[in-house]
């Protein structure tokens, strides 16, 4: 695409309400639960929290002033070509899906603990932590006596063997004075801020009190550090049986959840109060495996655990995890324990009335808005993107010569969508659906996920890669056709059963990102209109691809085998109004919901 004039500049528009919840819950020194803010791709969530969301200045690498200070870790940053850190965009399907590499685990760890270090620091040089508060939080979770004998011996040089009768915290003051020879004096005087920009006036017991927490924590990271050690042929073990220990699970997390209890428990009104945002929290469970620690999925649930824990038990510190993975939606929910576990936050983007407000006529016209909010829906990052094509050299050229029309332009940007995004994310998805057919031959799927009636009954019989893709695009087309015939308004919770978690299809779409299974209300559906009309030209390319013989081997098996899920499109009931769906239709702007079907009465009862 060509590039983008400045004849209008984009600009960002305020979520007043939004963040005022976000900020709410920001403001309190000690919460019991973590918040999860998601939605759909391209609604801006990270816009909003990098640029309109004031409730910290900035990165918590960076020192700032007042009580507030903020960790944000973006996850995805490493991720190469996707990410506007590296002069690209936000992909538009999942992180899983992306060709780049992922990041390996160890990266992601110690961006993570550099975040939560940088904010004890802060802590520590305000005199919220101390190094007898860091010896009680360590003690509290571990057998320490050992491991400072050999911290000691190992800084004395000697072999001679502390006495058994002197107790942990004697230990803990005698290892804390010899490990500081072990240090840069000069960065820990920094820590403190009795060098540099920052540098401060205080009394020398002070600065020696300030300092001493300094090397504690230095020296709380070499005990967990060394203890890790110890059993770290057991964790290899582990990861090559691909068995699962709490006790190994809990160690892979233990420094950033002791720096997440000391920062918790240092929070003070008015004074210290930390926060911390992770943005795509999702990108640790797809990271490279490190033979040193736990499996990516099993430190992304321990890092939760551990968060979820603390919070119920002691209160800590606010925690906002920031996704576009439905898998946080609901079904985190349950893995995790209730459906109430976590502070549920989701996000659509701007209803069509807010969209036509902000839109018409600063970036669109009223006839050009009606073309956009018909095709592409309301999504702000689709606007975004056809605001910067339609103000591009080019463009702008061929209008000044009556070659092209605004429907032109809006014809360009939904090929490329669907050449650049939709098309390899349903070759992703092809590939996950013959996985499953390999799999299936090879009786790794469970019985009941081949239950008679399932249209995915019948994988092919043969380890052929040639049959296993055709079957997989029957799958996929019927799937698409099902949905197309529903509306794509599935209401996943419409029966209670949760059938349609069930086909794999459904679960090959969500995974590589282009449907997304909202909260409330409960609906499967494409991530945007835009992507719901390039999942429609798929599924027509497609059928015109189709011999004589494929054309009627799909015809058959849509009408003996074929999904049907309109009886999972949105049902009103008997007790809910027509104003209840409008308000549905103005929190889910980009969700298709059918009312074609309903008979509107005096009670407003559907048509059976």
């Known amino acids: ?16 309400l939004l963040e005022t919840v976000l900020n709410n819950h920001a403001q309190h020194h000690r919460v019991h639960q973590p918040l999860v803010l998601h939605g759909p791709r391209g609604v801006g969530k990270t816009t909003l929290i990098l640029d309109l969301w004031n409730f910290y200045p900035g990165s918590a690498t960076e020192q700032q002033l007042g009580p507030h200070i903020t960790g944000y870790i973006d996850f995805a940053e490493t991720i190469e070509g996707y990410h506007p850190s590296k002069n690209a965009s936000y992909p538009w399907y999942s992180w899983s899906t992306c060709s780049s590499p992922h990041p390996p685990l160890s990266l992601l760890k110690t961006h993570l603990e550099k975040c939560l270090e940088s904010m004890a620091e802060r802590g520590i040089e305000l005199g919220q932590i101390t190094s007898h508060q860091i010896f009680t939080t360590l003690n509290k979770w571990h057998g320490l006596s050992n491991t400072l004998r050999r911290i000691l011996q190992s800084n004395s040089g000697s072999k001679n063997v502390v006495s058994d009768k002197i107790s942990s915290s004697v230990l803990w003051d005698r290892a804390v004075f010899a490990y500081s020879a072990r240090l840069n004096s000069k960065e820990i005087e920094g820590v403190v801020g009795l060098v540099g920009d920052r540098k401060k006036v205080m009394t020398v017991e002070e600065s020696s009190y300030l300092k001493d927490a300094v090397v504690a924590l230095r020296l709380a990271k070499e005990v967990i550090r060394m203890q890790q050690g110890w059993r770290a042929t057991a964790i290899s073990d582990l990861n090559s049986t691909g068995g699962f220990s709490r006790s190994l699970t809990s160690l892979a997390t233990d420094w950033p959840g002791l720096l997440l209890e000391l920062l918790s428990a240092a929070s003070e009104i008015d004074h210290f109060q930390p926060k911390l945002v992770m943005n795509n929290i999702e990108v640790l469970k797809t990271a490279i495996p490190d033979s040193s620690t736990v499996s ?17 038990n002691e209160m800590c510190l606010p925690v906002i995890l920031v996704t576009s993975d439905s898998y946080y939606s609901y079904r985190a929910f349950i893995d995790f324990g209730f459906p109430d576990i976590f502070i549920s936050r989701e996000t659509f983007g ?32 689709h606007l975004f993107e056809l605001h910067a094509l339609k103000e591009s050299e080019h463009y702008l050229s061929l209008m000044d010569h009556n070659k092209s029309a605004f429907e032109d332009i809006v014809d360009a940007y939904l090929a490329h969508l669907q050449i650049t995004v939709v098309n390899p994310a349903m070759d992703k998805a092809l590939s996950i659906l013959e996985k499953f ?56 919770f419409a029966d209670w059963s949760l059938e349609i978690f069930d086909d794999p299809s459904a679960v090959a779409l969500v995974e590589v990102g282009l449907l997304y299974t909202q909260r409330d209300p409960s609906f499967i559906r494409p991530t945007t209109r835009g992507i719901e009309r390039c999942l429609v030209r798929w599924l027509v390319q497609e059928q015109m691809k189709m011999s004589m013989f494929t054309s009627l081997q799909f015809l058959w098996h849509r009408i003996f085998r074929g ?40 009670n407003h009862s559907a048509k059976s």
């Not at 009931?573 to 929190?587: E, F």
């Open 563 to 602: 999904r049907y899920y309109r009886h999972l499109m949105l049902q009103l009931g008997y007790n809910v109004t027509l104003q209840k769906d409008r308000r549905w239709r103005d929190h889910c702007p980009g969700a298709v919901m059918p009312l074609a079907n309903f008979v509107w009465g005096d």
């Open 296 to 312: 990516p999925s099993t430190y992304h649930d321990s890092l939760i655990w551990r968060i979820i824990s603390l919070g119920a």
């Open 350 to 381: 701007w209803t069509p009335n807010e969209a036509k407000l902000h839109m018409v006529p600063n970036y669109f016209s009223a006839s050009e808005w009606t073309t956009v909010s018909e095709v592409l829906g309301t999504n702000s990052r």
């Open 437 to 492: 057919a390999s799999d299936a031959h090879n009786g790794k799927i469970p019985k009941d996920k081949l239950r008679f009636g399932a249209a995915w009954r019948h994988p092919p019989y043969t380890n052929d890669p040639g049959r296993r893709l055709e079957w997989a695009k029957l799958q996929l087309m019927d799937f698409v056709q099902s949905l197309r015939n529903a509306d794509f308004g599935v209401n996943y």
């Open 1 to 16: 695409m060509a590039a983008a004039t400045t004849t209008k500049t984009w600009r960002i528009i305020p979520r007043p």
